[in-house]
């Protein structure tokens, strides 16, 4: 029930803002599952993990303030013209085909020792599956404000596109993670995914076309920001991290307050050190021992 009632609303979050800024935020989620396991199944949240939720934060307000503003659709006709549009054909045919040669070329090859080439798969089929998402959020605010969207065939075809995409992005999802580590799959994932939808936005919505200078660098900022928290955050999430690792002058109890060349138990330079080895001296004291 909650995973649902999650999903609904991420799906509603597509139909009142920019799917740019909705799919990058998604790495909350990741953040929030981490910090309440810590929480109440008492896994630990290494200092690794802390430092990636903090970024994911920082990351997430930057691009929340620098977001860019979709071109209006507020019509199943408008969103007819957008799919219509010469660019985004070109970018659908390029993510069908490429998914092609990944599925039935590169996967029995190379599917079992490269992680990119199933999530490759899932990111490239998700940037379509969020298109229809969009176009079907536009569809329901149409039906509850009294529209006969039900006799519209876009609105059917975005659903059925909508489970063939989600039905692939799934299955090769879980092909990946079957194969492949959860700590390597997820943020290679997240990356991609985001990347793919960012630009399949991008084209069919124009997010970026008025977007200044400012927005764009803080944008592309806020997302190298969550990127670097997410891969933090499950890279080395099963590294220990103790006081040990931590330079000597750091660790507690180990600080010498005396400079390293005064010390006693330190070893000396090569500039003392003798110039034959113990046992060669040994050897050659036998020797002068034999001569007299």
Same mark, same amino acid.
């Given at each position: 029930?909650?995973?649902? +009632?999650?999903?609904?609303?991420?799906?509603?979050?597509?139909?009142?803002?920019? #799917?740019?800024?909705?799919?990058?935020?998604? #790495?909350?989620?990741?953040?929030?599952? #981490?910090?309440?396991?810590?929480?109440?199944?008492?896994?630990?949240?290494n200092?690794?993990?802390?430092?990636?939720?903090?970024?994911?934060?920082?990351?997430?307000?930057?691009? +929340?303030?620098?977001?860019?503003?979709?071109?209006?659709?507020?019509?199943?006709? *408008?969103?007819?013209?957008?799919?219509?549009?010469?660019?985004?054909?070109?970018?659908?045919?390029?993510?069908?085909?490429?998914?092609?040669l990944?599925?039935?070329?590169?996967?029995?090859?190379?599917?079992?020792?490269n992680?990119? +080439?199933?999530?490759?798969?899932?990111?490239?089929?998700?940037?379509?599956?969020?298109?229809?998402?969009?176009g079907l959020?536009?569809?329901?605010?149409?039906?509850?404000?009294?529209?006969?969207?039900?006799?519209?065939?876009?609105?059917?075809?975005?659903?059925?596109?909508?489970?063939?995409?989600? *039905?692939?992005?799934? /299955?090769y999802?879980?092909?990946?993670?079957?194969?492949? /580590?959860? *700590?390597?799959?997820?943020?290679?994932?997240?990356?991609?995914?985001?990347?793919?939808?960012m630009?399949?936005?991008?084209?069919?919505?124009?997010?970026?076309?008025h977007?200044?200078?400012? /927005?764009?660098?803080?944008?592309?900022?806020?997302?190298?920001?969550?990127?670097?928290?997410?891969?933090?955050?499950?890279?080395?999430?099963?590294?220990?991290?103790?006081?040990?690792?931590?330079?000597?002058?750091?660790?507690?109890?180990?600080?010498?307050?005396?400079?390293?060349?005064?010390?006693?138990?330190?070893?000396? *330079?090569?500039?003392?050190?003798?110039?034959?080895?113990q046992?060669?001296?040994?050897?050659?004291? #036998?020797?002068?021992?034999?001569?007299?």
């Amino acid at each position: 029930l909650a995973v649902g +009632v999650g999903e609904a609303a991420n799906f509603a979050a597509y139909a009142f803002a920019p #799917a740019t800024l909705v799919t990058p935020l998604g #790495a909350l989620s990741v953040l929030v599952s #981490a910090v309440l396991s810590s929480i109440f199944l008492n896994e630990q949240l290494n200092v690794h993990g802390k430092i990636g939720c903090m970024l994911s934060i920082l990351g997430s307000t930057v691009m +929340v303030i620098h977001a860019p503003q979709e071109e209006e659709v507020s019509s199943l006709e *408008s969103m007819a013209e957008k799919l219509k549009d010469p660019g985004f054909i070109v970018f659908a045919v390029c993510v069908l085909v490429s998914s092609l040669l990944l599925i039935f070329v590169a996967g029995p090859r190379y599917g079992q020792s490269n992680v990119l +080439v199933y999530v490759l798969v899932c990111s490239a089929i998700g940037s379509l599956s969020v298109s229809c998402v969009k176009g079907l959020g536009i569809a329901l605010k149409e039906l509850f404000s009294g529209k006969p969207v039900l006799k519209e065939p876009l609105a059917w075809v975005l659903l059925v596109c909508l489970v063939i995409c989600i *039905s692939i992005q799934i /299955n090769y999802l879980n092909k990946a993670l079957d194969i492949f /580590n959860t *700590s390597v799959v997820t943020p290679i994932y997240y990356v991609l995914f985001t990347t793919a939808v960012m630009t399949c936005s991008a084209i069919l919505f124009k997010e970026w076309q008025h977007m200044v200078l400012d /927005n764009i660098i803080g944008s592309i900022s806020g997302f190298l920001t969550i990127v670097s928290g997410i891969f933090l955050l499950h890279a080395f999430r099963d590294m220990p991290f103790t006081p040990n690792l931590l330079p000597l002058f750091l660790q507690p109890g180990r600080a010498n307050p005396h400079p390293p060349w005064s010390s006693a138990d330190r070893h000396q *330079s090569c500039q003392h050190q003798p110039l034959l080895p113990q046992e060669d001296k040994g050897s050659q004291s #036998a020797e002068e021992e034999e001569e007299e």
